[in-house]
């Protein structure tokens, strides 16, 4: 079983839709998670770290299931801008040890 | 902003080739990582350096191997360069502990004939 795991996709979504990816991941001493966005042919830059709590930035929250050991990432009003793929990060309690789930990409369709 | 430069953008080696990628950042970072991307699998880590001339083999170093000699500089070497190895290469920096965003260079396409 991969460490991370994410919905395959692709998922094609008409503009203004709302949209939620999923992501698993095996190790449950892991202590830090993020989601991460790519755009084609560019370098992964950090979306949002999640929290706990839950955590929401405009149109985009994250939701973290420590006992399911499950991250979401959820967005509304969906926008052109936002096709990308999405990938999934976990970070374990020591070193600098980063997994990245295999992504999911995203097309918002006008 | 910080800013990681990878030496070359695309590059074509022939099987055998010892190969050569640059990394640089520009803000002082202690760490710094290298990765592979191909489709269906993600990132995969081959080495990271948390400080000069230290290293840490990732999860598929085999095949690899890197030198830091300067802080701002990590660079992977390709001892003998294989057709299995062709992929996109990506490099990123982090400033230390306790911080989690990682800066990611442009990438590196490597084709390996």
């Known amino acids: 079983r991969k460490e991370v795991e994410q919905d395959p996709g692709p998922f094609n979504v008409p503009e203004g839709a709302t949209v939620a990816f999923n992501c698993t991941y095996s190790n449950s001493a892991s202590q830090s998670f993020f989601w991460y966005r790519q755009d084609c042919r560019k370098e992964p830059k950090l979306l949002m770290s999640?929290?706990?709590s839950g955590n929401e930035d405009g149109r985009f929250t994250a939701q973290l299931n420590r006992a399911s050991q499950y991250i979401s990432l959820l967005i509304r009003d969906s926008k052109l801008s936002d096709s990308a793929t999405y990938l999934c990060v976990v970070k374990g309690q020591w070193g600098q040890n980063f997994v990245f789930g295999p992504g999911t990409r995203l097309s918002v369709l006008p | 902003d910080v800013k990681v430069t990878q030496s070359s953008r695309y590059l074509v080696k022939r099987t055998g080739e010892k190969v050569f990628l640059e990394c640089v950042q520009d803000?002082?970072?202690?760490?710094m990582f290298w990765y592979r991307q191909d489709p269906g699998l993600g990132l995969r880590l081959i080495y990271f350096s948390y400080d000069v001339k230290m290293k840490e083999k990732g999860d598929i170093p085999e095949g690899y191997s890197v030198s830091r000699e300067k802080k701002e500089r990590f660079s992977l070497i390709l001892e003998s360069a294989s057709t299995n190895q062709t992929s996109m290469y990506l490099c990123a920096s982090l400033p230390g502990q306790g911080f989690y965003e990682q800066y990611f260079g442009p990438g590196t396409r490597l084709t390996v004939t």
């Open positions: 999640v929290y706990s």
């Open positions: 803000m002082d970072h202690e760490n």
